[in-house]
T-cell receptor
């Protein structure tokens, strides 16, 4: 079955620690995205990547970093510079990023701060 | 910038009731419009989409029509079921640096009572 997997489902971060969220897709999609969801709010774009070895900042990139070394993988690192990291993180992908294409979402990772 | 405004929730209905969730948007150009659904603890699933004015998207008994004159994309269902309980997000596609991003409304929580 094709789809998007995210791991872990729950992640705990200590103060000053960097943590990495995994996102893998086997849909052969070129474009991948990371969104953050806070309670009672819509999703906000953190980073996106249109193609391997290229990525761009979204609306709330501060305190986050990404890499896109393989087409199927787009990991997100939440750095210690992100002062309010507690949220639900969603990864998505689409065939391309030209416009109008459907984005398909993974099941999400919930990040909590200890 | 482009934005999406959804009807505030929560919305509570009885089974077999008629559902409307209002969505209006502000956009330059002609974005594609989407409805996504999120079940508890899960990622988002595409419910339906419309890519141009007067298009009607439909899926699982849900419908929405792209109304350019009223900049709206209201979600409707004639007879809801308990299994429809979820959070519903309206979104539009926006262009950034030649790529696409989704702009989401804040979500509407729907609860259906038996």
């Amino acid at each position: 079955d094709g789809g998007i997997t995210q791991s872990p489902k729950y992640l705990f971060r200590k103060e000053g620690q960097n943590v990495t969220l995994s996102c893998e897709q086997n849909l052969n999609h070129d474009a991948m995205y990371w969104y953050r969801q806070d309670p009672g709010q819509g999703l906000r774009l953190i980073y996106y990547s249109q193609i391997v070895n290229d990525f761009q900042k979204g609306d709330i990139a501060e305190g986050y970093s990404v890499s896109r070394e393989k087409k199927e993988s787009f990991p997100l690192t939440v750095t210690s510079a992100q002062k309010n990291p507690t949220a639900f993180y969603l990864c998505a992908s689409s065939i391309a990023a030209r416009g109008g294409e459907t984005q398909y979402f993974g099941p999400g990772t919930r990040l909590l701060v200890l | 910038g482009n934005s999406v405004t959804q009807m505030e929730g929560p919305v509570t209905l009885s089974e077999e009731a008629f559902l409307t969730i209002n969505c209006t948007y502000t956009a330059t150009g002609y974005p594609s419009l989407f409805w996504y659904v999120q079940y508890p603890g899960e990622g988002l699933q595409l419910l339906l989409k419309a890519t141009k004015a007067d298009d009607k998207g439909s899926n699982k008994g849900f419908e929405a029509t792209y109304r350019k004159e009223t900049t709206s994309f209201h979600l409707e269902k004639g007879s809801v079921q308990v299994s429809d309980s979820a959070v519903y997000f309206c979104a539009l596609s926006d262009r950034i640096q030649g790529a696409q991003k989704l702009v989401f409304g804040q979500g509407t929580r729907l609860t259906i009572n038996p």
